[in-house]
């Protein structure tokens, strides 16, 4: 029980906290890079298919060192939605775990009244938009 109290005990200490601060700044520095580059890897890849690509979720507002990412993308595709996960999963290098949805624009159009998709789109960051 002791050393649970002086584990938390070394988090209120200033240093410690400056120092996780300054991690923390460097691992999603790190991140953003990575994710812009990612992004740019799958418009070359999949050119026009590619509708919108959204981050939602914790990320956009704070990301920690134990933050993950929630990737929304929309695009053209004959394949269903697991290949098209797949796809885009085999594209991205990122240092944190990502979850990813991958909709047609048809599907994407069905999900948003859901309640999930409302909550997602509440605080999403659009990161690319396919101009009309």
């Known amino acids: 029980m002791a050393r649970t109290g002086r584990f938390h005990e070394n988090f209120k200490n200033p240093k410690i906290q400056e120092k996780l601060c300054r991690e923390n ?8 890079k ?6 740019e890897i799958i418009k070359q890849k999949l050119g026009n298919k590619v509708y919108r690509i959204n981050l939602f979720g914790s990320f956009p507002q704070r990301a920690d060192l134990f933050s993950y990412l929630d990737i929304l993308i929309v695009m053209r595709s004959d394949k269903d ?40 789109l509440e ?4 990161l690319y938009k396919k101009s009309d």
């Open 25 to 32: 700044s460097r691992r999603r520095e790190k991140c953003k």
């Open 34 to 39: 990575l994710l812009w580059e990612s992004i």
């Open 81 to 120: 939605f697991v290949e098209r996960t797949k796809e885009i999963y085999s594209t991205l290098s990122l240092p944190v775990d990502a979850d990813i949805v991958c909709y047609t624009p048809e599907g994407f159009e069905k999900m948003k009244e859901s309640p999930f998709m409302k909550r997602a």
């Open 123 to 126: 605080k999403e960051i659009v």
